[in-house]
């Protein structure tokens, strides 16, 4: 079993940029495919980014390609989600979750989750 914390999170100003940590805890993380999502109030868990058990692959949703940078350091076992060019409409409560397989969208696959922070953009 893996525990996932994340931190990172706050307000920022349209056009700033934060970074997200999710650490984690157990014997098997770096084994671990891994997947971040964020959910805004009324709306259904949305898939941002994805990076595979190394970090030497990466996929992201087309809304944040560019502007988030996924990766993970299996020593420190922590992955990060670095936001650059923040808008208003990335606000959500964001999460970092485990998989047994790289790149996939639907959360509903993923086994693992932590416990979410929140991401709030002014304009």
């Known amino acids: 079993q893996v525990q996932l914390v994340e931190s990172g999170g706050g307000l920022v100003q349209a056009g700033g940029s934060l970074r997200l940590s999710c650490a984690a805890s157990?014997?098997?993380?770096?084994?671990?495919?891994m997947g971040w999502f964020r959910q805004a109030p009324g709306k259904e868990r949305e898939f941002v980014a994805a990076i595979n058990w190394s970090g030497g692959s990466t996929y992201y949703a087309s809304s944040v390609k560019g502007r988030f940078t996924v990766s993970r350091d299996n020593v420190k076992n922590t992955v990060y989600l670095q936001m650059n060019s923040l808008k208003p409409e990335d606000t959500a409560v964001y999460y970092c979750?485990?998989?047994?397989?790289?790149?996939?969208?639907?959360?509903?696959?993923?086994?693992?989750w932590g416990q979410g922070t929140q991401v709030t953009v002014s304009s």
């Open positions: 157990g014997r098997t993380f770096s084994s671990y495919a």
């Open positions: 979750a485990t998989a047994h397989s790289f790149g996939m969208v639907d959360s509903t696959l993923y086994n693992n």
